[in-house]
């Protein structure tokens, strides 16, 4: 049982660059989502999953795509990487009150 | 929708001292309130939460909180602080899970810093 699980652990981009951040959660949870933490901003919700097939926006989804085809993954796709999108990604699952956090990604765009 | 204020973004206490960070909460709905911790370059460790049982929590490291209905508030507060607590301590809140508690939504954070 290895929880949430994200890949790359850090990643450095050019601007307008493409990428995907990984993440699977081997605990067969319905819930998922993905979130950015900048300083003196806390985590912020960029996209939730309440299930495959099932994904809505949150507080902060420009510039970022997902999808859920299945149950254990969960990608973030950058289509076009602006600086602005410089931060350390969190994914994470839940069942009932307990929220799995990865242990992130640190991106940056140059 | 939910929301916290987490009040002082940078808390500095002497080794042995009480540590109170401070937290308060919006929510139409019965609200449950988290505490996370984040060491340096490190991921989120929950330390306690309310989800409408005991009014005072007690959690991990000796940290407890406890809910106040009528302060709106969800305060954390250790006893002695200890040099291995500086860390960045995150509060957060969502709503019921069977009331579509989907989002997590947390606070900008408190940097507590221990000092001899």
């Known amino acids: 049982n290895a929880g949430v699980t994200q890949t790359p652990k850090f990643q450095v981009l050019k601007t307008g660059q493409s990428m995907t951040l990984q993440c699977a959660q081997d605990?067969?949870?319905?819930?998922m989502s993905w979130y950015r933490q900048d300083p003196g901003m806390g985590l912020r919700l960029i996209h939730y999953?309440?299930?495959?097939?099932?994904?809505d926006q949150g507080e902060v989804p420009n510039g970022y795509n997902v999808s859920r085809s299945t149950t254990e993954d969960f990608p973030l796709r950058l289509l076009s990487a602006a600086p602005s999108q410089t931060s350390v990604y969190f994914c994470?699952?839940?069942?009932?009150?307990?929220?799995?956090f990865g242990a992130g990604t640190r991106l940056s765009v140059l | 929708a939910q929301s916290v204020t987490q009040l002082g973004s940078h808390v500095s206490v002497s080794e042995g001292a009480l540590v109170l960070l401070r937290c308060n909460y919006s929510s139409s709905v019965p609200p449950y309130l988290f505490w996370y911790v984040q060491y340096p370059n490190q991921g989120l460790q929950l330390l306690l939460k309310?989800?409408?049982?005991?009014?005072l929590v007690k959690g991990i490291n000796g940290f407890e909180a406890e809910f106040k209905k009528s302060e709106t508030s969800f305060h954390l507060t250790k006893p002695s602080a200890h040099m291995s607590d500086a860390a960045e301590y995150f509060c957060?809140?969502?709503?019921?899970?069977?009331?579509?508690?989907?989002?997590?939504?947390f606070g900008t954070g408190t940097q507590l810093k221990v000092e001899l």
């Open positions: 957060a809140v969502s709503g019921p899970i069977t009331g579509g508690g989907n989002k997590l939504t």
């Open positions: 309310y989800t409408s049982a005991a009014t």
């Open positions: 605990m067969n949870h319905e819930y």
């Open positions: 994470a699952s839940r069942r009932g009150t307990f929220w799995y």
């Open positions: 999953s309440v299930g495959a097939g099932i994904t």
